[in-house]
């Protein structure tokens, strides 16, 4: 009984949090932006867009042809479409229970592919790693551009974007602080000693495992391909309205970084994305709210569509035991 509670609330919680943080975005947006944000649909120059979703789907492409390589040096070669099917199920599974796709993804592939649930779900868990790593490039390459920006360094100095700047202090204070909080448990409780130290030499094997296998340049340029895929999207959706086809390379990387952080926190990012999309601009001057709305709302559609799709396409086919017998 106590189980089922857990399981409830992990999927209630983060979609009331999502669903509150919708309504608080909402209600703070002025009836100007409010219009702004519906004109953004019949505004936006849909070439631009199209283009964006075209560079997001061969990110998804890529990332399902990339999976094979983590799969042959264990003996696999799974087909394409069931890898990608798999990838895109995933995705939208992602959108009820946080995390669930992953093992749907994987059970997927056992189902279709007769690849062995626990092989293809540690290769899953190797590519979590690498998008841990390029995470924290994009990071560091997003706080590089921003002191370099003028408009940055503007407000610093002036103080104008204070809501803005503000919340860059809040979000890096808020994480020293747990980063401290946490060196203190980890160096005075042994059993989060331990259990760190397992995680973390599972993530250097997961690395190894990447530099030696066979097709290591190959896998490594994709995944070059797919996050330049990722950040290059949001410049092309930038283009499409002219309040942000001016968009500085910092704003780009800065509005992609925190887009990612906040699906990483809830489901879809529902409620937090275009809060913090829309910070982000005001911190390079542009008050354009509907941005993140739109942004927000086109990219769940693709996902949504193409999930639903790829849970539909791969379920006609039949299953391993079938296609043997």
Known sequence: MKGQIVKILKIVIPISIGVYLTWYFFSGLTERQIEQAKDAFFEANYFWVLLGLLVAILSHVSRAYRWRFLLEPLGYKPRLSTSYHSVMAGYVINFTIPRSGEIARAGLMATYDDVPFEKGFATIIVERLIDVVMLGIVFFITGFLQTQSDNFQEITKSGTGEKSSNLIWYILGVGLIFGIIGLIIYFKSKKVNSFVNEKLKGFLEGLKSIWTMNKKWSFIAHTIFIWMCYVGSIW??????????MMEAGCVFGAFFVGATAIALLPGGIGIYPIWIAEVLLIYNIDF?????????????????????????????????????
Do not use: N, Y
């Not at 709305?293 to 086919?317: E, Y």
């Open 289 to 325: 709210p509907a941005f993140g709305i739109f942004l927000w709302v086109i990219q769940t559609v693709l996902i949504v569509v193409l999930g639903l799709s790829s849970l539909f396409l791969i379920q006609r086919r039949g299953k391993v035991d079938s296609l043997h017998s």
């Open 236 to 245: 092309m959706f930038a283009q499409a309205f002219p309040e942000t086809s």
